[in-house]
């Protein structure tokens, strides 16, 4: 098993910039890749971005390329999502993810975190 917790969720006007961290524990070797989703109300939960554990390789969702980086730190079992430029469209409640595979959608998802809110304003 594998356990996630997100932190670093809040309020920001549109245009600045947070950062989500995502701490890891358990059987965090076993894993292939970590992830970011976000569910805004009312809508499905969709992907946001992913890493792969070894090489580091990304993917991003066309809607937050160019504005959020996703990184991570296997010394200290932790995942980033830096969100700069944010939109009003970008509130949403987001969650950390972590998966046996390569992680592009949902379904590929082994373990979610509790979720963090991140709310944007004009």
């Known amino acids: 098993q594998v356990q996630l917790l997100e932190s670093g969720g809040g309020s920001v006007q549109t245009g600045g910039s947070l950062r989500l961290s995502c701490a890891l524990s358990?059987?965090?070797?076993?894993?292939?890749?970590t992830g970011w989703f976000r569910q805004a109300p009312g809508k499905e939960r969709e992907f946001v971005a992913g890493i792969s554990r070894n090489i580091g390789r990304t993917y991003y969702a066309d809607s937050v390329k160019g504005r959020f980086t996703i990184s991570r730190d296997n010394d200290k079992n932790t995942s980033y999502l830096q969100m700069n430029s944010l939109k009003l469209e970008d509130t949403a409640v987001y969650y950390c993810?972590?998966?046996?595979?390569?992680?592009?959608?949902?379904?590929?998802?082994?373990?979610w975190g509790q979720g963090t809110q991140v709310t944007v304003s004009s």
């Open positions: 358990g059987r965090t070797a076993s894993t292939t890749s």
């Open positions: 993810a972590a998966s046996y595979f390569w992680i592009r959608s949902r379904t590929d998802v082994n373990f």
